[in-house]
């Protein structure tokens, strides 16, 4: 193999490396995702299936079977914690309820622990809610995910170590959007991430969307 071919070869190998996705919170038809995947190169996708107030997020049930018939994988939801409206099991139980009536399927529930405003002022209790919603999901057969940031986890729960056994998905957005690594520093009970949100809310295809990547 000449020594440009090799070039190409490893330049063509990095490149595929990168993994693009985004994660949404309304509803997303199949042609906007077709449209996501062809012009911005999305492969992954994450739609919100339960909300800060307790309910399950119908919408979930059309994006995601959308997601999947445009062809991105894999397709993931994920569980905004009501604390200050129902308890940790029974709205796991809500959301499954929802899930299984929708037909919905997801390759992974991740828990989206962010906003002091939406959680109490004791750690423990907090912490102990967040467990009480993995251990729930687990019994009920997902697999699962943690959607946090050192800014919002340690205000939460006091930077517990706990649930380092799951994959992390992170937020931290620069002025120029950086699909990477290199700011990482480990928090609460995880010394590496799986997924970094680089970029915050815009609009791409008509859609509004947050983007995500990993290596």
Same mark, same amino acid.
């Given at each position: 193999? !000449?020594?440009?071919?090799?070039?190409?070869?490893?330049?063509?190998?990095?490149? !595929?490396?990168?993994?693009?996705?985004? &994660?949404?919170? !309304?509803?997303?038809?199949?042609?906007? $995702?077709?449209?996501?995947?062809?012009? @911005?190169?999305?492969?992954?996708?994450?739609?919100?299936?339960?909300?800060?107030?307790?309910?399950?997020? @119908?919408?979930?049930? #059309?994006?995601?079977?959308?997601?999947?018939?445009?062809?991105?994988?894999?397709? &993931?939801?994920?569980?905004?914690?009501?604390? @200050?409206?129902?308890?940790?099991?029974?709205?796991? #139980?809500?959301? @499954?309820?929802?899930?299984? +009536?929708?037909?919905?399927?997801? &390759?992974?529930? $991740?828990?989206?622990? =962010?906003?002091?405003?939406? $959680?109490?002022?004791?750690?423990?209790?907090?912490?102990?809610?967040?467990?009480?919603?993995?251990?729930?999901?687990?019994?009920?057969?997902?697999?699962?995910?943690?959607?946090? *940031?050192?800014?919002?986890?340690?205000?939460?729960?006091?930077?517990?170590?706990?649930?380092?056994?799951?994959?992390?998905?992170?937020?931290?957005?620069? +002025?120029?959007?950086?699909?990477?690594? +290199? #700011?990482?520093?480990?928090?609460?009970? $995880?010394? *590496?991430?799986?997924?970094?949100?680089?970029?915050?809310?815009?609009? =791409?295809?008509?859609?509004?969307? &947050? *983007? +995500?990547?990993?290596?």
């Amino acid at each position: 193999m !000449s020594l440009v071919a090799l070039l190409v070869v490893l330049c063509f190998t990095f490149a !595929s490396a990168d993994v693009y996705g985004v &994660d949404v919170s !309304s509803s997303v038809s199949q042609s906007a $995702w077709s449209c996501l995947k062809s012009q @911005h190169g999305v492969q992954f996708a994450v739609a919100r299936a339960f909300t800060s107030v307790g309910t399950f997020d @119908h919408a979930c049930v #059309d994006t995601v079977k959308n997601a999947r018939a445009a062809g991105l994988s894999p397709v &993931d939801v994920y569980f905004f914690p009501a604390f @200050h409206h129902i308890g940790a099991n029974a709205s796991v #139980d809500t959301f @499954h309820k929802g899930m299984v +009536n929708g037909n919905v399927q997801a &390759d992974k529930v $991740w828990l989206d622990i =962010e906003g002091s405003d939406y $959680w109490g002022s004791d750690h423990a209790t907090n912490v102990r809610y967040i467990v009480d919603l993995y251990y729930r999901l687990v019994q009920h057969g997902y697999k699962v995910g943690v959607y946090t *940031s050192n800014s919002q986890w340690s205000p939460i729960t006091g930077n517990a170590k706990v649930l380092g056994n799951l994959p992390l998905w992170y937020a931290h957005y620069e +002025n120029t959007p950086q699909p990477n690594f +290199n #700011d990482w520093k480990p928090f609460g009970a $995880w010394s *590496s991430p799986s997924i970094k949100q680089y970029r915050g809310t815009h609009t =791409e295809c008509g859609v509004g969307i &947050d *983007s +995500n990547w990993h290596p």
